[in-house]
Every structure is written in C-alpha cells, then in structure tokens.
C-alpha cells in the first residue's frame, strides 16, 4: 500500500509499505479515504521528537471497514468510520471513566496511545491507503448515512474537534463566559467553534497570522492579533478589566529553530488575559525537546511559568490529550443535525501522493494553509 512515511527532520516521502492487515481478533481494518495533516504532526516532523524513521505518521483518519477479527461484533464490513487519534481499550480503569486519552492497556507504562505518534505505542499511522484499528469495536465511530458527502466535516471528529472541545471543557466553559483562545490554528479554531456551542458570550481568539484570524472571525470570534505582543491588554480591555473568565491554550511548544513567534508566550499571556479565579484549559502540546533552542529550558521542553501571578490569581489549570471518545458522538450529532461545519477551516485537499508538498506548506505556515486534508 502507499503511506506517508518519516524520513527524518522535515522529511517525509509517499512510498509502498507492506499492507496493513488483521493482526488480532479484536482488530478492524479500514481502507482510509480522508486522512489531515495535524499540528501534532509537525512536533514530529520538525525532528523533536524520538519518532522512529520508516514509521508512517497520521493519525486524523477516516474511512470505510473492509474487514473485521473474529472477535468484531458490532462493527461490519462496509461501515463508514471515523478514528479517534486515542487508541483505548474500552476496560481498563482510566477507559472505563471515558479517558481514553490515557488508556494503560494500549501503551502500557506511559499511558496514552495514538496512530502513528512518537512515543505512544508501536501503532501505524493512517496517511496511507488502509490502517489497522485496534480493539475496533470500541474505537471505531460508525458515521450516518451522509457519512460521504460530509467526510471533510466528519473527519474532524478523528481530533481536532473534540480536542478544541476538550480546551472549553478543560478551561470549565459555561454559558455567558467570555473566553479567550490563543492559537487560531485548526485546534484553536475548533476550540473558538466549540466555545461558541457551548454558549459563550464572547469569544476572542490570538494569533499572529492574519489569515488564520480571519477564520477566526469568519467563525464569530474577535479576532487578536499579538504582533506587538500586546495581546493579554486588548484583552483586559474588551473585558472592562476584568479578564476573561476561561483561556484555552492551542499553541503548544514552538520550535525556536526557524523564526516561529515568541515561543512559549502562550502560558504567561494566558495567566495574565484571564481573570482572578478563573480557568485556563491546555491542548496545546509542551513534550517536544528542542535541541537547537537558545534558552536553557526550551531544550529540555520545558517552559518558564509565572507561577507567582498564577498563585495570586487562584487559576485552575487543567490539561492533558483529549479524550476524543467522551465528546466525538455528541459532535457527529451536531454535524449530522447540520449544526456544526469544521470543514470550513480546510484549506487545501490534496491527494496522499502529494502529502510531502502538504507538509512543507502548514509546517511554514505559508499564507492561507490552515488545514490541510489528504484523499487516498
Ligand atoms: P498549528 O501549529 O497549526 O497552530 C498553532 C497556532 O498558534 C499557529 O497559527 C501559530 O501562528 C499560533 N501561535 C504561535 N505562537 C503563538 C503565540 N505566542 N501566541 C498566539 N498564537 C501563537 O497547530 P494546531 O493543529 O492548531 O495544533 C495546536 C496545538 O494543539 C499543537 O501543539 C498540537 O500538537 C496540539 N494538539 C493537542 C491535542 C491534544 O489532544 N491535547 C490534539 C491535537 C493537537
Ligand atoms: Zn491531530
């Protein structure tokens, strides 16, 4: 089959691997017809990581069931699916609460498991024409009958989605709350999406690239831009002065390597734009090490939090992976309804051989490549 494999730093060539096949009675096996290119991807990508070379990465995947173990019983061939990124096993403890994110069967001592990922388990990834699903009953999402005409919408659900949503949820977005995001990157987008379902009453969303924000603002969010790094002031001022009551992070580590903006400013900003006692929700990913980094800390992947001014403010703080099995049926249900529309962010749809092309263009963050979807 053709996939999308990791050649190392900035390297990734379409090449025929061997075919993904049933390896356990409780796998699926999904022939991919819609596969993204995710954020995540890039803190393998840009060589951060310990991610093996000759790995196929992705892990956004859809596609329809060509065959299932001799233990599938609710899932049948011919199902249109969409994959959580988490792999779960559906019984252990944390699985068992809905934290799938955190399965201790699929990746057992580390906890967390995904589909070609650094570090979270042996699992192929999904750029390629078919993927192995383990324990396919319990992670498959099986898609409605429209499944084809809206797979850009449904594909969504694979990540992105549920994991903006996972930032209001974090942050404790409740109806009337003005909430800050910072990233307008597809997480941050998703998350402004997400806190808008949610019932905020203003929704500001920062960045430094001028077409992201104008997504952002296409989605109903006032759009920041941080350029002058006086982000966290427009805030206080759109919220009389007070702050605002939740702040999602969507911004992650940022390489220092290649003129990326002020890295890690993200966690500071946040402290300061959102207000006494309130809640500051963490998608963005802060794992990656960074050995061509200037400062001390960012080489080890580690940040300089303004614990004082945290202490002060009595913020909560939560993060972690989403648990993208707790919220992706109730997010299909809106999509279905016609209620939610997460393909607006795409903005490129390639085929899988030109994926490398994809890559370059969203790592650079080359004007007007937001997300970009790979048909197989
Ligand atoms: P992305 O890299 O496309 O978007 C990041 C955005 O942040 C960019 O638009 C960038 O311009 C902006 N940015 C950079 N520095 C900033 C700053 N100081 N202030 C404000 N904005 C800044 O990536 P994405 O796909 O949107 O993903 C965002 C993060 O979410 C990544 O770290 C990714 O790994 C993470 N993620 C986490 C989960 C999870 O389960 N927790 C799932 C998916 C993605
Ligand atoms: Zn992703």
Redesign the pocket.
Known sequence: MKALVYEGPRKVVVKEMLDAKIEKPTDVLVKITTTNI??????MYEGRTNMETGRILGHENLGVVVEVGAGIERIKVGDHVCLP??IGCGFCKNCEKGLT?FCLTTNPGVAGAAYGFAGMGPYSGGQAEYLRVPFGDFNCLVLPPDAEEKENDYVMLS??F??GY??TVLAGVEPGDSVVI?????????AALSASIKGASKVMV????TD?LALAEKLGAIPID?SDGS?ADQVMELTGGEGADRGC??????CSCKG???????MN?LIKAVRPSGGIG?????VAEDPKAEDSLAKKGQIALDFGQLWMKGQHIA????N?KAYNRKLRDLIAAGKARPSEIISHQLPLEQAAEGYAH??A?DEGW??VVLKT
């Open positions: 995710c954020g995540s991807d890039l803190h990124f988490n994110g990540d992105i549920p994991t996972h930032a910072y990233g307008a990157g597809p997480v941050g987008l998703m920062v960045d430094t690239h992201r941080d982000s992070e969507c911004v992650g580590y940022q990326h903006e002020v890295p890690n400013a993200t900003n963490v998608v963005g990913v802060f993060t972690g992976q989403a993208v969203f790592d963050r937001t997300k």
